[in-house]
């Protein structure tokens, strides 16, 4: 028996963590540095981390190559990320960025940056006369690239709709 953080009394068995984990994974799905990371910080101890974390992998209930699909996905339908700013997040969850690059290059070949930035534009300026000030202008380009869209594919699609000069 031991005391985590919050000074409660814990068992640091394997059992306990995995019971914490499947927890976790019943939210949804985590990368594998993502539920380790979750795990220390409850207090479990690294031996015992790394023990459940090969379990799951064994048993396939956490696999990274699915997560960087499904949150990529998700992100990009639900959020309309772009490439860049979904490498970011993906980068800081801890996947390993030649699986991350491999993803994106293999994503590249059916994703239309153009479409998907004039989607998102549409979306967020349905009233594209707007943007003919340029302070507004301005803010629908940085709102676009936070998004993680690529500079010159805004400009392309700006261009489109006559909103450079």
């Not at 996947?95 to 590249?108: E, G, M, N, T």
Request: net charge positive.
């Amino acid at each position: 028996m031991r005391r985590n953080s919050k000074s409660t009394v814990f068992e640091d068995t394997v059992a306990s963590a995995k019971k914490n984990a499947f927890r976790c994974l019943s939210r949804r799905d985590h990368s594998t540095h993502e539920l380790a990371q979750k795990l220390h910080k409850k207090g479990f101890s690294r031996p015992i981390v790394l023990k459940v974390i090969d379990e799951l992998t064994t048993l396939k209930l956490i696999d990274d190559t699915r997560f960087i699909e499904t949150w990529s996905r998700f992100r990009m339908t639900h959020h309309h990320f772009g490439p860049l700013r979904l490498r970011q997040e993906l980068l800081q969850k801890g996947l390993p960025s030649d699986d991350v690059s491999a993803y994106i290059q293999r994503i590249s070949n059916t994703y239309r940056p153009e479409n998907e930035v004039e989607k998102t534009l549409l979306r967020r300026y349905p009233d594209l006369g707007s943007l003919k000030e340029k302070n507004t202008c301005r803010r629908a380009f940085d709102f676009l690239k936070r998004k993680g869209h690529a500079s010159e594919v805004i400009f392309k699609v700006f261009k489109k709709y006559g909103l450079l000069k």
